[in-house]
């Protein structure tokens, strides 16, 4: 069954969900550990970066795998 483009973005960004608060939660662990001392509000600020750049990297491969699957 094929998995249309709009059901693609839905995983993605569920996905994605996920990840923000798992890449937060990693940034205010591991980032003092290198010297990088950040706020709450930049951490968060960073992910939501991260994500929107996460969101659109995963639909787009989503999307060649769709088209190499029916091609295939």
Do not use: C, D, W
Not at 1 to 25: C, F, W
Not at 34 to 42: K, S
Not at 46 to 62: K, N, Q, W
């Amino acid at each position: 069954m094929k998995q249309s483009r709009l059901m693609s973005l839905v995983e993605s960004v569920a996905n994605v969900i996920v990840g923000y608060g798992v890449a937060v939660l990693t940034q205010i662990l591991i980032f003092p550990i290198f010297g990088l001392h950040t706020t709450l509000a930049q951490n968060l600020k960073m992910g939501a970066v991260f994500t929107v750049v996460s969101i659109a990297r995963s639909y787009v491969l989503r999307r060649l795998f769709e088209a190499l699957r029916v091609h295939l």
